[in-house]
């Protein structure tokens, strides 16, 4: 259920025209998962992995980051429009 959440996000934001200009490149495993997020578990990077290829990139990152499954790392998500404004 979750997965087709994620996946609907996905599919609004490119029907509504939204670049997802990213600032990041993610390309992580399991492992590198669970070291960026020790108290994940095998089924939350399953969730997230929204292709099914073994790897979370920065666009499922951001999805993850944007439905709430995971905190953003830093405090910032890898696109630009979520980096704070000086002023």
Do not use: H
């Amino acid at each position: 259920m979750l997965k087709k959440t994620m996946t609907s996000i996905a599919a609004l934001a490119f029907m509504t025209g939204m670049a997802v200009a990213q600032t990041t490149d993610i390309a992580w495993t399991l492992d590198d998962f669970l070291m960026a997020f020790p108290d994940a578990t095998q089924e939350l990077f399953d969730e997230i992995d929204m292709n099914d290829d073994g790897i979370i990139d920065s666009f499922e990152y951001d999805a993850a980051v944007e439905a709430g499954l995971i905190d953003p790392i830093g405090g910032v998500e890898t696109t630009p429009e979520a980096a704070p404004i000086d002023g």
